[in-house]
């Protein structure tokens, strides 16, 4: 059995258990130690007001508009969470040869400590694919990891903004992105 969290409506969290299944070839168990829960998408699906209950995104315009059909995602919304560190547990075998390419990254085995993207829950399992090259670096803390992916979307908008020395940045928003959106443009 494992837990995971669920938003059951507007307001309303519940923690419900789980079956645990047995891996599949080619697949991982990880057992969480961190979960980061933020402060924007998680806590708007907690208040019903994630954009993407009530509108549909429009790559064209870069917008969410309001859908009067049927809303995409509804209640209860289990598995949101993408900022979660955790322990490999588990390996199933692999059945084909691990990809040599440039983002494979190093085989997962029993024991590393990795981070990813597997919603606020006790364990998951996952492709071992998409936790192979996430192992934390030898005496790194395991909590500091769970800024791994939101680091990199707040780098990505100070890279994107094409900052040089002397540049005057406003940064609007100060939740977890925001302030280390703000460090790296110092």
């Known amino acids: ?86 322990e490999v547990v588990e390996v199933a075998a692999v059945p084909d040869p691990v990809d040599e390419g440039k983002d494979a990254g190093r085989p997962v085995k029993v024991g590393d400590t990795v981070w990813g993207i597997w919603g606020h829950q006790s364990e998951a399992i996952l492709p071992a694919k998409t936790v192979a090259g996430h192992q934390l670096p030898e005496g790194m803390d395991p909590l500091a990891a769970v800024f791994v992916r939101v680091g990199a979307i707040a780098l990505n908008a100070v890279l994107a903004a094409d900052l040089g020395v002397g540049s005057t940045v406003a940064i609007f928003g100060q939740g977890v992105i925001g302030l280390l959106a703000t460090r790296f443009a110092v």
């Open 1 to 86: 059995m494992y837990r995971l969290l669920r938003f059951a409506g507007p307001g309303k969290v519940e923690i419900i258990e789980s079956q645990s299944v047995a891996l599949q070839p080619g697949e991982v168990r990880v057992r969480t130690l961190f979960s980061g829960i933020s402060a924007g998408t998680e806590m708007t699906a907690y208040r019903g007001t994630n954009p993407y209950l009530t509108s549909v995104w429009n790559p064209g315009i870069r917008l969410f508009q309001q859908d009067l059909r049927e809303p995409r995602l509804g209640y209860p919304l289990d598995g949101w969470g993408y900022s979660e560190v955790g």
